[in-house]
């Protein structure tokens, strides 16, 4: 029994350790192939298409779903702290530009996009297509892991924009017509109070973000295994390993941020 539990942890870390290895060999060669600027820009612009414009609808509908709970919060707490809906435009704007909007449009965009990679690659893997490409000399982290890297790094910071927006829009018509609070007071309220350091904040996450969601789901994709039951597997460890990462890197990057008085 307990030989066989220790076996079974000792072969847990082996199996830990040789993902790791394979996983940090995958970051090597896509900085290093993207350092010789050998980038099939074709790829990418139709990664960007499938990451960014088919994932807008989903992340623009969550952040405007999110803004409108948001303002309907905030108003009934002060509300009954203070008898009057106030502040309503500066906790929705903050809490949205710096740590919502960044946070649920990885998250959103891991479970649509992220998994949607890992399942193409991780098919194209068990039907040995990317061997074929071995065979006819091409290498597959510069034909198929580099243009989807670039696509994530260049269409998350723009879609966590256009959720700031539909974000703080959706907490306006709330707050309008719930609690009444006028235009010019809900939008003053965010001019008044946001600085550009806020929306900083929130933006430079969504890099750390691309690059991790971007890495994981080509990672799981191009090392599956075992059939049609192999790309689910990779297909669900993909998306769960990238929302974790994704909240774990949140606290951290927000403690670098803050330390460096980008708060």
Same mark, same amino acid.
């Given at each position: 029994m307990?030989?066989?539990?220790v076996?079974?942890?000792g072969?847990?870390?082996l199996?830990?350790?040789?993902e790791?290895?394979?996983?940090?060999?995958?970051?090597?060669?896509?900085?290093?192939?993207m350092?010789?600027?050998?980038?099939?820009?074709?790829?990418?612009l139709?990664?960007?298409?499938?990451?960014?414009?088919?994932?807008?609808?989903?992340?623009?509908?969550? /952040?405007?779903?999110?803004?409108?709970?948001? /303002?309907l919060?905030?108003?009934?707490?002060? +509300?009954h702290?203070?008898?009057e809906?106030? $502040?309503?435009?500066?906790?929705v704007?903050?809490?949205?530009?710096?740590?919502?909007?960044?946070?649920m449009?990885a998250?959103?965009?891991?479970?649509?996009?992220?998994?949607a990679?890992a399942?193409? *690659?991780?098919?194209?893997k068990?039907? #040995?297509q990317?061997? /074929?490409?071995?065979?006819l000399?091409t290498?597959?982290?510069r034909?198929?892991?580099?243009?989807r890297?670039?696509?994530?790094?260049?269409?998350?910071? *723009?879609?966590?924009?256009?959720?700031?927006?539909?974000?703080? $829009?959706?907490?306006?018509?709330?707050?309008? /017509? +719930?609690?009444?609070?006028?235009?010019?007071?809900y939008?003053h309220?965010?001019?008044d109070?946001?600085?550009?350091?806020?929306?900083v904040?929130?933006?430079?996450?969504?890099?750390?973000?691309?690059?991790v969601?971007s890495?994981?789901?080509?990672? +799981?994709g191009?090392?599956?295994?075992?059939?049609? #039951?192999?790309v689910?597997?990779?297909?669900?460890?993909?998306?769960?390993?990238s929302?974790?990462?994704?909240?774990?890197l949140?606290? $951290?990057?927000?403690?670098?941020?803050?330390?460096?008085?980008?708060?």
């Amino acid at each position: 029994m307990i030989a066989n539990a220790v076996g079974g942890f000792g072969k847990f870390i082996l199996e830990s350790a040789e993902e790791t290895g394979q996983f940090s060999f995958l970051v090597r060669s896509t900085i290093g192939w993207m350092t010789t600027y050998r980038i099939e820009w074709r790829q990418t612009l139709i990664q960007m298409v499938r990451v960014g414009v088919d994932s807008l609808p989903v992340t623009a509908m969550t /952040a405007f779903f999110t803004g409108m709970v948001l /303002a309907l919060q905030t108003g009934a707490s002060s +509300k009954h702290f203070f008898n009057e809906p106030l $502040f309503v435009g500066t906790v929705v704007s903050f809490s949205l530009v710096m740590e919502l909007a960044p946070v649920m449009t990885a998250i959103v965009v891991a479970g649509r996009a992220g998994a949607a990679i890992a399942a193409e *690659l991780g098919t194209m893997k068990v039907t #040995e297509q990317i061997d /074929a490409l071995y065979t006819l000399g091409t290498d597959p982290i510069r034909y198929l892991v580099i243009p989807r890297f670039i696509a994530f790094m260049c269409v998350l910071p *723009l879609l966590t924009v256009a959720s700031d927006f539909t974000g703080i $829009f959706g907490g306006y018509l709330v707050a309008h /017509a +719930k609690y009444q609070i006028p235009a010019t007071v809900y939008w003053h309220d965010i001019v008044d109070q946001m600085e550009i350091r806020h929306f900083v904040h929130g933006f430079l996450k969504t890099f750390v973000f691309a690059a991790v969601v971007s890495l994981v789901s080509c990672f +799981k994709g191009v090392t599956t295994r075992g059939g049609a #039951e192999g790309v689910g597997n990779a297909t669900t460890a993909a998306v769960v390993i990238s929302m974790v990462l994704i909240l774990v890197l949140d606290y $951290f990057a927000t403690a670098v941020l803050n330390a460096f008085g980008i708060t």
